[in-house]
């Protein structure tokens, strides 16, 4: 059974950072391309960033330079890196497996507050 389990989420001020973190298993994590995306309330899911099994990276242009994804094989982890934390990267954060018809994981709030 294929399971992503983020974590990492909370409270944070503006300008804060945080790290989420999402563990898979039941695949075979070095073979596939990982993803962050992120749904805030009333808006559409959108992709944050993802990286390919051989660590080519992409990133939505709101979260360049701010955030950076990165993984390691042997802990089948793949990480999101955020700083410079602003009130719009407020959203429920979702892990995502490029695998058959895509996996997700169950999302981990962040919430950029003062």
């Known amino acids: 059974q294929v399971q992503l389990v983020e974590s990492g989420g909370g409270l944070v001020q503006p300008g804060g950072s945080l790290r989420l973190s999402c563990v898979a298993s039941?695949?075979?994590?070095?073979?596939?391309?990982m993803g962050w995306y992120r749904q805030a309330p009333g808006k559409q899911r959108e992709s944050v960033a993802s990286i390919t099994s051989g660590g080519t990276t992409n990133y939505a242009n709101s979260v360049k330079g701010r955030f950076t994804v990165s993984r390691d094989n042997a802990k089948k982890t793949v990480y999101l890196q955020m700083t410079s934390l602003k009130s719009e990267d407020t959203a429920v954060y979702y892990c995502?497996?490029?695998?058959?018809?895509?996996?997700w994981g169950q999302g981990t709030q962040v919430t950029v507050s003062s």
């Open positions: 995502f497996a490029r695998f058959r018809a895509g996996v």
């Open positions: 039941g695949i075979i994590f070095n073979a596939i391309t």
